[in-house]
C-alpha cells in the first residue's frame, strides 16, 4: 500500500516557563565530544490512542524542557575552540503529523520491505534532518508526533548524541511521558554534569573513537533486518545466559563463517556498555557514558566451535568490564595497538550494540508502554555492526537491524541467519 503522512509545518517548542539554572554553560566530557554531530534516530509505536496525542506531547515536551533545560539550548565554541552546551532556551523542532492507514497496516508495510524500502517509509515518520550530521547551532532534538487512522500513533525522534545517548534520551522521553500523563514532576530529577565523567581523561575514550572510525571498509555496508527467534534463543540460553548473548553469539558466529576462511585467525566482538554503575555517576545523568569492550577468539572456534562456548567467550568479556574501567581501559592496550590488531580489519570485527532494557520501551504517554520500538540508518562506511532492536509485540524473539556484511557477502550472510 502507498503510506501517505501529512506534515504540519516545523514550530519550535521551549521551555514552558522560565527556568532556573546553576549554571548557563555546561561543559561536555570526554564520552560527549566525539558525538557532537551525530545524529541517532528512535521511533515509538503507540498502539492504543490518548486524547489528542499531538497537543498532548507537545505540551508535555516543552514542561519537560524545564527540568532538562541543556535540551532546549545549543551548543558553542570557547575562545580555546573548546565545544559546550549553552543553556540559551531556544527549545527543541517539533511537527505534526497525520497519516492514511492505521498502526497495524504501517508495521505490515514495514516488514515487508526490503531494509532499504522500509527506510523510506520510516523517513515520513521523523522530522528531515541533514545527512551529514547536526550544524553547531541546530537544536538537539527534532521531534515529530505522527496520528493514524486507528488512534494509534508514532513519535519519531532525532536527537544529537552529544548531548545524551541512548539511556540519556530514553530517560527525557520517560519524562515527557510522566508529564503527558498529569504527573507535577519528573519521576527522576535529571543531571546533565558530573564530576566523574568529566574527569575521564580524552585517551580513555580514544580508542573506541578509533575502533568506531578507523576501518577500512572495502564498500558500503548491506542493510538487513533480521528477526533472531525466541526457539533459537531459548536453544541457546543456559541458566544464566542472556538474550543479547545468545543474539550476539549468534550474529558473531554467522558473520564469521562468511567473511573469514583461516580458522587460526582471530577475530573481535566489540560491544557498547552503559557504564553508569560501573563508574558511580549521579542517579539521573543523561550524558554520555557508555564503553566498548571486546571479546576475542580465534575463527574457528566462533564459526564451527560449540556455540555455547561462544557465548561463555562473551561472557567472561562483559565480566571484565568493571576491572577495565578501573584500570582507565576501553579497549584492552593489545586490541587498540594500530597495525597490530584485527580491530583494524573489515572482516575480523563487529560491533553489536544493543537497545534491549534501555528505557526507550517503558515510554508511556498515557495509554500504556510502546509496544515497538525502531531505528534506522544509512550503509555507511563504518564499523560492521549490528544493532538490536526490542521485538514486534507478541514476539518473543530479537530485531535486528545488521550493516555488518559487504553486499558480497549478503547472500551467504542471510542463508547462515537462516540456517540457525
Given at each position: ?36 554531530i ?20 507537545r505540551r ?9 533545560y ?34 497495524l ?8 520491505r ?5 527506510t ?8 528531515d ?16 508526533v ?8 508514532v ?6 548524541h ?38 575521564i ?10 575502533f ?14 533480521i ?17 543479547f ?9 554467522c558473520?564469521?563463517?562468511v ?8 577475530t573481535?566482538?566489540?560491544f557498547?556498555?552503559?557504564s ?59 586490541v ?9 580489519r ?25 509496544s515497538r ?14 544493532l ?31 540456517m540457525?
Amino acid at each position: 500500500m502507498s503510506i501517505v503522512v501529512s506534515k504540519s509545518p516545523s514550530e519550535v517548542v521551549r521551555p514552558s516557563e522560565p527556568v532556573k539554572m546553576d549554571t548557563r554553560k555546561i561543559n561536555l566530557s570526554s564520552f560527549d565530544k566525539p558525538l557532537v554531530i551525530a545524529p541517532t534516530v528512535v521511533l515509538q509505536v503507540f498502539e492504543h490512542p490518548i486524547h489528542d496525542p499531538v497537543e498532548t506531547i507537545r505540551r508535555a515536551l516543552s514542561q519537560a524542557l524545564v527540568h532538562y533545560y541543556p535540551i532546549a539550548g545549543r551548543f558553542a565554541v570557547d575562545d580555546d575552540d573548546d565545544v559546550h552546551i549553552d543553556c540559551t532556551g531556544e527549545g527543541v523542532t517539533f511537527v505534526a503529523a497525520s497519516a492514511n492507514c492505521t498502526i497495524l497496516e504501517l508495521m505490515r508495510d514495514i516488514d515487508d520491505r526490503a531494509p532499504d524500502a522500509a527506510t523510506t517509509v520510516l523517513r515520513k515518520l521523523v522530522v528531515d534532518y541533514p545527512a551529514m550530521g547536526f550544524g553547531r547551532g541546530d537544536p538537539f532534538v527534532l521531534m515529530q508526533v505522527t496520528a493514524f487512522s486507528c488512534g494509534g500513533f508514532v513519535v519519531g525522534v532525532t536527537w544529537n548524541h552529544g548531548v545524551a545517548d541512548g539511556f540519556g534520551i530514553a530517560q527525557f522521553l520517560q519524562a515527557v511521558g510522566e508529564l503527558a500523563r498529569g504527573l507535577p514532576t519528573p519521576l527522576i530529577v535529571p543531571v546533565r554534569s558530573d564530576k566523574v565523567t568529566q574527569a575521564i581523561s580524552p585517551s580513555f575514550v580514544e580508542s573506541a573513537k578509533q575502533f568506531m572510525f578507523g576501518v577500512t571498509v572495502p564498500s558500503k555496508l548491506a542493510l538487513h533486518n533480521i528477526t533472531i527467534s525466541s526457539k533459537l534463543i531459548n536453544s541457546i540460553r543456559g541458566p544464566s545466559c542472556t538474550v543479547f548473548e545468545a543474539v550476539a553469539a549468534a550474529l558473531w558466529r554467522c558473520r564469521t563463517r562468511v567473511v573469514m576462511s583461516d580458522p587460526e585467525a582471530p577475530t573481535v566482538l566489540a560491544f557498547t556498555v552503559n557504564s553508569r554503575k560501573y563508574m558511580g555517576v549521579k542517579a539521573g545523568y543523561y550524558g554520555n557514558c557508555a564503553t566498548v569492550h571486546v571479546a576475542t577468539a580465534k575463527s574457528g572456534e566462533v564459526a564451527h566451535g560449540d556455540i555455547m562456548d561462544v557465548v561463555r567467550t562473551i561472557r567472561r568479556a562483559k565480566q571484565q568490564v568493571p576491572e577495565q574501567l578501573l584500570k582507565g581501559e576501553m579497549l584492552p592496550r593489545a586490541v587498540g595497538a594500530p597495525g597490530k590488531h584485527p580491530i583494524e580489519r573489515y572482516e575480523s570485527a563487529l560491533l553489536v550494540t544493543s537497545w534491549r532494557n534501555i528505557g526507550l520501551e517503558d515510554v508511556d504517554f498515557g495509554s500504556g508502554k510502546t509496544s515497538r520500538v525502531m531505528t534506522m540508518h544509512e550503509p555507511t562506511h563504518i564499523r560492521p555492526m549490528c544493532l538490536v532492536c526490542l521485538p514486534c509485540k507478541g514476539d518473543e524473539g530479537a530485531k535486528v537491524l545488521s550493516g555488518c556484511v559487504t553486499v558480497h557477502h549478503s547472500d551467504a550472510f542471510l542463508r547462515e541467519i537462516a540456517m540457525l
